[in-house]
C-alpha cells in the first residue's frame, strides 16, 4: 500500500535504526492523542515535547548527520528523509516545519569548506540541537541579489555583522543560523554562522500567529572570525541556491503527509453520514470527487518517489533532477491543494469543525506552494528545461529505484548553479510507450499537439517576455515530466492498470484545462489558438474501471483514525 497507515505501518527499512525512528515518531504522536494535538494547534502550543522526544532519540543526529561526521546509522538519506517529512506532516505541518528549516539551516554548514564547523555541527546535531537558514529580508524577501546583512572589517580577517533577516524559522532556539550576506564595499557574497543566543544577536519578534516560530531578527555588531565563515564569493552564492534545492524538495512530501491524513478523516466521515435516505459515498459526484482527490495523491507520491530516485543518484553528469526537485515543490504541493478541495467539498462543514485534523489540513494545505519560492518562481525554473526536455533528449543508464542505506554525498557538492539551459533528459517517450491504457495515449496526441505548436507557432519574442504567458505554457510542459515519472514509478511499484488509467484521466483533463486557458491569453496568436484547441482532449469513459478504483479508495473507509 502506497498511502501511510500509522496503525499498519510495516514498511520494510534496511536498517533497524531506521525503522525504530519512524515507529517511535508515529507512537509519539498517537499517544499524544488527537485531543491533545488539536488543542496545542489552537493555542499555538510550542512544540518542546517534540523537540525533547527528537533529542532523547537523536533523530535529528541519526538522520541529518553526513556518515562522514556521524557514527552508527547516520547518514543523509533523501528516501529515509522522506519518509520522516510524511510522517510528521501527517500529524501537522508546523511538527514538519521545524524539521524543514533545519535542514535547510544545515545546508550551508554540510557543504563548507570548514572543516572545524561541520565537526562542532555533527557534536551539536548529536545534543539534539536545530538549526536555522537566514536568507530572506523584509525588504527583499529571497531576492538574494539584494541581500543587506552586511560584514564590516574590524582587523585582520574580524568583522562585524549587521542587518536583519525575516521570516526564519527557528531562529530563536538554533544553536546555529547560516547567515548570507556581502562583505562591506564589496560585491563579494558571505555565509556566516551565528548563535541565535548570542547576546549581540536580537530575536525580535514571531511572525506567524501559529505554534511555529518563524523569526525577525537582527544583528547588532555581532562579532565574526574567520573560525565562523562557511563560505564566500561564488561558493557562498552557490551554497544558498543548491541549499534551496535540497530542503524545497520535501514540501512536496509535506503536501503527501498531510492530504493522507485528511483523506482518511474524510472517507470515515462520508461512509457514516446518511443524507436524503443514503450514505453520502452513494452519491455519484461525491465518487468523482473522491477518486479524483485519490488518483491526484497516489500521482503525488509516485512522482516524489521517484523523484528522489533521480536526486540521489544525481551527478555533474547527470543534473535531470534540477527540473524533477522543482516539480516535487511546486506541482506536488499545488496538486495538494486540489486534493483538500475536492475531499473539503466531500465534507463541507465537516472541515470548519476544531475537533477534527481536516480543520488544519485546509490552512497549512496552503502554506506549502508559498513557501521555499512560489509555485511561479519554480515554474518559471522548469520552462527553462523545456526545449531540451522535449527536443534534443541523450541516453543515460536507468535509475533504479532507490530506497537503499546510502549517504547523499553530492547534495552537499552540487557545484556551480549556472548552465541550466544546457542539462539534457532522457526520451521521456521509454515511459509513455508502448502503452495499453487509453488515456495514456490520448495524452501522447497531446503531447504530440504540443510539440508542434512549439516548432509551428513558437513564443514571439514579446510573448517571452510575457510571465502570464509563459507561465501557462509551463502549466502545460509540466504535465508530461510529471506523467513520465509516475509511469516509471507505476512500473517499479506494480500499479494497477485500472489506477494508471484513472490517474491519467485527471491528467488528460488538466492538459485541456491548462490548454484552454493558454487560448484565452490576450497575446495568443490566431495560429496558436488554433492549437490550442487541438489540445483539448476528453479522457475515456469506462465506468466498470472507475467503479473497481471507487472500491480501492472505499476500502479506506476505517483504516485509520487517530487515537483520541
Known sequence: MLLLNPHAHNRPYPDERSRQI??????????????????????????????EFLKKEGVFHTLLTPT??????????????????????????????????????????????????????????????VFAFGLSEKEHGADVYASEMTLFPTGEKTWRARGGKYYIGNANVAALVSNFGRFAGTDEYVFFATDSQHEKFECIRNLVNVQSYVAEYALHDYPIGEADILSRGPEAWDAALNTV??????LGWASIGICTHALYEAINHAANRRLYDKFVTDFPHVRQLFVDAYTRLIAMKLFSLRAADYLRSASLNDRRYLLYNPMVKMKVTMQGEQVIDALWDVIAARGFEKEVYFESATRDIRALPKLEGTAHVNMALVVKFMA??????????????????????????????????????????????????????????????????????PPSPEQQKDVDFLLSLGEIFTLIPYGQLI???????????????????????????????LYHKPSSTPEQMEMCLAMIKRPAVDRELFGRVWDEVYALEGLYEMNP
Open 487 to 517: 509511469l516509471e514509478n507505476a512500473r517499479i511499484y506494480g500499479v494497477s492498470r485500472d489506477l494508471v488509467e484513472q490517474i491519467f484521466d485527471f491528467m488528460v483533463r488538466d492538459f485541456s484545462k491548462y490548454a484552454l486557458q
Open 22 to 51: 519512524m515507529v517511535k515518531t508515529i507512537e509519539f504522536f498517537e499517544k499524544k492523542g488527537k485531543v491533545k494535538l488539536k488543542e496545542d494547534d489552537r493555542e499555538r502550543i510550542w512544540y518542546a515535547d517534540l523537540l
Open 245 to 250: 534545492n535540497v530542503g524545497k524538495f520535501n
Open 68 to 129: 562522514r561526521y556521524g557514527q552508527g546509522d547516520c547518514r543523509w538519506d533523501t528516501w529515509r528523509n522522506c519518509e520522516f517529512s510524511e510522517i510528521l506532516a501527517f500529524y501537522g505541518l508546523h511538527y514538519w516545519y521545524t524539521w524543514q528549516v533545519t535542514i535547510l539551516g544545515l545546508g550551508p554548514l554540510w557543504m563548507s569548506a570548514n572543516e572545524a564547523i561541520k565537526e562542532k555541527t555533527a557534536e551539536l546535531l548529536k545534543q539534539g540541537a
Open 388 to 457: 531540451n526536455y522535449l527536443f534534443n533528449p541523450r541516453e543515460f543508464p536507468e535509475i533504479p529505484r532507490r530506497d537503499d542505506a546510502a549517504d547523499d554525498e553530492f547534495l552537499f557538492h552540487q557545484g556551480p548553479t549556472k548552465g541550466l539551459g544546457k542539462i539534457q533528459f532522457h526520451d521521456y517517450n521509454l515511459a509513455y510507450g508502448p502503452a495499453d491504457s487509453l488515456n495514456v495515449s490520448i495524452f501522447k496526441e497531446q503531447i504530440k499537439t504540443l510539440k508542434k505548436f512549439l516548432l509551428k507557432t
